[in-house]
């Protein structure tokens, strides 16, 4: 079981890198496009047809990696899928067809559509295709949260028969953790392209190239990203009370609250000592209580209210779930130095602003992978909250040298599609560049 887990955990992490990219980078291009139709400046012309090319490559290799998961489900999760297959069925099912194709079916025109058809009609498809990738994440994240709050099901059968049945499909949509959980997500994808495009600003006016282009493109990414730390505040608050109402052993895991105490102190930072079952580090006294129930008289339940085999990783959880939060406090910080060196105007010469800012694309992936981790291994051991335990989800005609070696073999794989990706991106970005394409050529056919 452990080694179909590390399997797993690395086939859906190394996918996870692409989808924030490309739904960000999507929101990122209908911007860009509506700057150019409403003011008709070719600069954003130009910036749309460079980022499409960076969205081109992502896209592919974020549809490559995602359908290992489906495998995946079979190969070595047969029981979970024989569980929920009713209940994933309709919604990976809807996902397919509401978001894939949408977003496949409009992504030629996005990218070869230019001279070829009218700058409405390609806009037209820049928003499809954008809309196809949100989609996308609002069916899966709606799966993903049947299984943290899993609702409008039965159980039916019994022993290896039992498996989950749909009895109420709006139930299923709506389960009580959905909308919290893809509003964090999707901020988190807004963020990940906003700063995407921040880092290759930034880079372009340290280097003193492209000016213009740079200028025009980090302040509509820093716009974006100042937007979307905003949100992600009112977001993950909104999302802790949740998950204390419905996953209270999470909530305890997340901030290594040990002893039901009143008021529950927050930790700013720090490390979980498991044998001694304690948390080094800062705290600060009353702030969970506060944020939870709004009043610092009422404790939040510590791990010592639930049985310990219901407890996951603490340590793990306790520091995933932290590192997301320091990843929050760093875009922050980017956001603030990108405004001040805005407003003082000193594009070129902030050199060691433009530096953090040029690395600022690891943020939110950082802040993305650890969100992931400590939501995925908080609600241990169950795989479907309260119904199915991940023991009892794996299949049962594996051996360990079967997961060894596809484990080793995945690792290779995805080792090399990192060093392609980054080496084709790379290209595009300091030696490519945006040239001069768009300023001249972007024309609309159907006007002479």
């Known amino acids: 079981m452990t080694l179909s887990r590390i399997q797993f955990a690395l086939n859906i992490s190394f996918h996870y890198l ?17 700057a150019y139709l409403k003011t008709k400046n070719p600069v954003y012309a130009k ?3 460079f980022w499409v090319k960076i969205f081109a490559l992502i896209f592919a290799i974020g549809v490559a990696t995602g359908l290992v998961q489906v495998f995946a489900f079979g190969t070595n999760w047969a029981r979970f ?7 994933f069925g309709s919604l990976l099912g809807a996902e397919g067809i509401f978001a894939f194709f949408l977003e496949s079916g409009f992504l030629g025109v996005l990218l070869f559509g230019w001279n070829r058809v009218s700058h409405k009609v390609h806009f037209f498809s820049t928003i499809m295709v954008a809309l196809g990738a949100h989609f996308s994440a609002i069916w899966i994240v709606i799966a993903n949260s049947w299984m943290q709050t899993p609702s409008g099901h039965k159980i039916i059968g019994e022993g290896a028969n039992r498996h989950a049945v749909i009895e109420n499909f709006w139930a299923v949509l709506s389960n009580p953790s959905a909308m919290n959980r893809l509003c964090h997500v999707l901020i988190g994808c807004w963020l990940t392209g906003a700063f995407l495009v921040v880092s290759v600003s930034a880079y372009y006016l340290l280097k003193k190239k492209h000016l213009d282009f740079s200028r025009k493109c980090f302040k509509i990414a ?24 419905y996953q209270p052993i999470k909530l305890a895991a997340f901030e290594g609250v040990y002893q039901t105490s009143t008021p529950t102190s927050m930790w700013a930072g720090g490390f979980v000592l498991p044998k001694e079952e304690k948390v080094v580090g800062i705290p600060i006294p009353g702030m969970l209580s506060l944020l939870v129930y ?3 008289s009422q404790a939040v339940p510590g791990l010592d209210q639930f ?3 219901l407890w996951p990783n603490v340590a793990v959880v306790f520091q995933t779930y932290h ?10 910080l980017a956001v603030i130095l990108g405004w001040v060196m805005w407003k003082r105007k000193k594009f070129t010469e902030s050199k060691w602003t433009l530096r953090f800012l040029v690395i600022s694309i690891l943020f939110p992936q950082i802040a993305n992978q650890m969100g992931w981790f400590s939501a995925e291994m908080g609600r241990q051991p169950w795989v479907v909250y309260g119904i199915l335990k991940t023991k009892d989800a794996v299949s049962t005609n594996l051996d360990r040298g079967q997961v060894i070696a596809s484990l080793i073999l995945f690792s290779l794989i995805y080792l090399m599609l990192l060093v392609l990706f980054l080496f084709l991106v790379d290209h595009k970005i300091r030696k490519a560049g945006p ?10 056919p159907y006007k002479k």
């Open 18 to 34: 692409f989808p924030p990219l490309s739904i960000g980078l999507g929101l990122m291009l209908i911007i860009m496009e509506g």
């Open 47 to 49: 910036m749309t047809r």
């Open 81 to 87: 899928s024989r569980f929920v297959g009713d209940v």
């Open 222 to 245: 820093l716009t974006v990203a100042t937007v979307g730390v905003l949100l992600q505040l009112v977001s993950g608050d909104s999302t802790g009370r949740e998950v204390a109402k």
């Open 294 to 296: 709004r009043d610092v």
């Open 307 to 309: 049985p310990k085999e």
């Open 323 to 332: 590192y997301m939060i320091f990843m929050w406090g760093f875009m922050v």
């Open 435 to 444: 040239g001069d394409e768009g300023v001249e050529e972007y024309r609309d």
